[in-house]
């Protein structure tokens, strides 16, 4: 029996208010709208991203429904969809991909202006929402939500992939490999031989490591607090790991003297502003690059001396491992297919999606580096 054109009810996980736990609701998903897609999620990662919301660090409106990194099957499409049909195999696009705006239209950047990351409104781009949970309307996350059974989202942030892809591997390409692995081939543009330092070991740190090592990289430093990440970190390319714990001076004055004179690019995947300007000064005082990856905390301010700016450094921010969404999305796809790149190491955990507070937990407690939710 056909779904298409109906309310279908189903299961999700509803975030109520902050600092709270996700409740298993049922809720009701209203079909498509013209330019919409209906997506019956398969696989959905568990990304720090979702946490700074719970936390009030990243400020969206509540009630909502979390999750921007996962993988599904398309269940119906609403008027005026041509690129979709049913049971096409679809990433959800946290950043869209309209083709229209003039980042879209341009080379140089990938943030389209239909995104929802500045404006946090938490609804569809017509400014209505397609969940309602006892009575309630439910908000929208990044234009995904992807912690239910079934979502809806606009037809310019979905893309569609590989038939044959492992939708429990690839919807991490939906978020924190992409964002990592960009971080060094797009926004940085590693080049063969530099030396590079990465913040930061969690999925999109260790995702940076691998664009490092694919950039050909002959130095990738791991830096963490935490050395149980490091040899996953030294599995996936870094050739060396410090942990600033071990240290009484400050870690950009360590790496300053493994290095010489500083490292070609370093990357701060944590999303602190002490890390931030550490990263900073470790890059090489001239022509050094310093990218940020980390989501920055709400209302937390930088200070740092602009003379590391005036001799030449460049400090850089990057979205989405500055890919343009639906292009690039299922050329990853096929990169993964064609083995070009491994995603096995950074799923520690699969869980049934209805365990998705333990998910939470084991990232908050350090223990997993991706977990993934599976319907």
Known sequence: MSTAGKVIKCKAAVMWEANKSFSIEEVEVAPPKEHEVRIKIMATGICRSDDHVITGALVMPFPIILGHEAAGVVESVGQGVTSFKPGDKVIPLFIPQCGECKSCLGTKGNLCNKNDLALGGGLMPDGTTRFTCKGKAIHHFLGTSTFTEYTVVHESAVAKIDSAAPLEKVCLIGCGFSTGYGAALQTAKVEPGSTCAVFGLGGVGLSVIIGCKVAGASRIIAVDINSDKFAKAKELGATDCVNPKDFQKPI????????????????????????????????????????????????????????????????????????????????????????????????????????????????????????????
């Not at 890059?283 to 690059?289: A, E, L, P």
């Open 252 to 375: 950009h004055e360590v790496l300053m003297e493994m290095t010489g004179q500083g490292v070609d690019y370093s990357f701060e995947v944590i999303g602190r502003t002490d890390t931030m300007t550490a990263a900073l000064a470790c890059c090489q005082y001239n022509y050094g690059v310093s990218v940020i990856v980390g989501v920055p905390p709400a209302a937390q301010k930088i200070t740092f001396d602009p003379m590391l700016l005036f001799t030449g450094r460049t400090w850089k921010g990057s979205v989405f491992g500055g890919w343009k969404s639906k292009d690039s999305v299922p050329k990853l796809v096929a990169d993964y297919m064609n083995k070009k790149f491994v995603l096995d190491p950074l799923i520690t955990h699969k869980l049934p999606f209805t365990k998705i507070n333990e998910g939470f937990d084991l990232l908050r407690t350090g223990k997993s580096i991706r977990s993934v939710l599976m319907f």
